[in-house]
Nanobody
Framework: QVQLQESGPGLVKPSQTLSLTCTVS??????????WSWIRQPPGKGLEWIGD???????YYSPSLKSRTSISRDTSKNHFTLQLSSVTPEDTAVYYC???????????????WGQGTQVTVSS
């Protein structure tokens, strides 16, 4: 059974960098044709794709967040990470890590989800 688990601070100060890790079990993040994404949902809003790192190691970012986002992985630990810099209160959201079976960003392809972690940006 594939399981994903997010971890990281729940409170980040404005202008600082948000850092989250997604630890994966039951599957390798290097297995062909799987795509490991970060998604967020601000309060009262819909899901927003942040970016993904692919089985090959290629990385793709949402254009709207690209300038502040960095996604990486550690294959020895089978985890991948998100860093979002210069955060503001608008970055407050539940952050999810997700596995997709498609390179196309579409909710129907997100078939395994972490439980989500609340991140609040506040001084």
């Amino acid at each position: 059974q594939v399981q994903l688990q997010e971890s990281g601070p729940g409170l980040v100060k404005p202008s600082q960098t948000l850092s989250l890790t997604c630890t994966v079990s039951g599957a390798s993040i290097t297995t062909n044709y799987y795509y490991w994404s970060w998604i967020r949902q601000p309060p009262g809003k819909g899901l927003e794709w942040i970016g993904d790192i692919r089985y090959s190691g290629s990385i793709y970012y949402s254009p709207s967040l690209k300038s502040r986002t960095s996604i990486s992985r550690d294959t020895s630990k089978n985890h991948f990470t998100l860093q979002l810099s210069s955060v503001t209160p608008e970055d407050t959201a539940v952050y999810y890590c997700v596995r997709s079976y498609s390179p196309v960003v579409q909710t129907t392809s997100w078939n395994y989800w972490g439980q989500g972690t609340q991140v609040t940006v506040s001084s």
